[in-house]
């Protein structure tokens, strides 16, 4: 294998300021407004700017020179390494936001041996506030399409927050490595309305939606929520959870039975594949997310309006 690492790497590695924050420009407007100052306050005033230049060049040049977690935080990772060489990348769908269904594209430079029959499960923690979702779990049988082992692994998941994630890939619960991705801002534009059987419903055409009865701040109210997917997708307990605009806080605003509702979701109804009636009640008026869960796994979020 070339041990040379691709071009994305190396841009990766760049510094992750655009330019050069501190310039002899600004070093000499900086000198030239000392010079301003009277006699009585031009020593003073002197020290405070060296000072000042001095705490700017450790900021920016540390940053530049230094790997750090504050950098991590900031930067994404895309690929991971081990004593140089590479072991993964992942290629995130282009202009990935938050409460979105989006791919990702895994290349695993180990042969098919090292994954074959083990059980590969990807968990992102969100680095902001620590929350952490599985997000996919699978048992490796065979080699990607075309290829003789995972050179294209590819899986769909949404993640509620904005901001850096940590994808920890595991093998069989080992940790294999990881990789860190940034979402954009969600949209919090009101979800649209669409027509399903005799129904018009909030939320997105063949994907999911209900019955929008208007949400009062306070009250409980019934909606009747509406599923497009396969069985597998949509088997398991089922849990919304809602995040007001502007803050990171989750509200649980339903929940069925997690130890007894192996198959929480009702049968087709309304043109959907499942359906399920839910109370359902938001504390405070203001724009409100919705993110409903099937099994621990989020589906696409839907934008509403609480009076």
């Known amino acids: 294998m070339n041990d040379e690492k691709p071009a994305w790497a190396k841009r990766m590695a760049d510094s992750p300021f655009a330019d050069r924050h501190f310039t002899k420009q600004l070093a000499n407007r900086v000198m030239h407004r000392a010079k ?12 405070g700017i060296v000072a000042t230049l001095l705490l700017v060049i450790v900021i920016v040049f540390g940053f530049v020179g230094t790997p750090s977690s ?27 936001r938050a409460g979105e269904m ?11 041996e090292t994954f074959i029959g083990k059980t590969l499960t990807i968990q992102a923690v969100q680095l902001q506030t620590g929350r952490s979702e599985t997000v996919a779990s699978e048992k490796i049988k065979t080699p990607s399409p ?39 801002t969600p949209s919090w534009e009101l979800s649209p309305m669409f027509q399903s059987g005799n129904y018009w419903m909030r939320g997105i055409a063949k994907q999911i939606g209900f019955i929008d009865a208007g949400f009062i701040a306070g009250r409980n ?10 069985d597998e997708e949509l088997a398991g307990p089922f849990q919304v959870y809602a995040v007001k605009e502007g803050t990171h806080t989750f509200v649980e605003v ?49 934008v509403v309006d609480v009076k």
Do not use: C
């Open 36 to 47: 301003e100052v009277g006699d009585s306050s031009r020593r003073r005033y002197k020290w």
């Open 70 to 96: 504050e950098v991590a935080i900031v930067q994404e990772q895309k690929a991971y390494y081990e004593q140089g060489r590479l072991i993964f990348y992942v290629a995130p769908e282009p202009n990935a």
């Open 102 to 112: 989006n791919g990702y594209m895994f290349h695993f430079e180990d042969a098919m």
């Open 146 to 184: 075309g290829y003789l082992g995972l050179d294209r692994y590819t899986t769909r998941f949404a993640l509620p927050l904005e901001g850096m994630w940590r994808l920890d890939v595991k093998l069989d619960d080992q940790l294999f490595g990881h990789v860190t991705v940034n979402l954009g």
């Open 221 to 230: 109210q019934k909606y009747m929520w509406h599923f497009w997917g396969t």
């Open 254 to 302: 339903f929940s069925s039975n997690l130890s007894s509702s192996a198959n929480a979701l009702g049968p087709a109804n309304n043109g959907a594949d499942r359906h399920l009636p839910t109370l359902m009640m938001l504390p405070e008026k203001g724009r409100w997310r919705l993110l409903p869960y099937v099994h621990g796994r989020l589906l696409p979020s839907i």
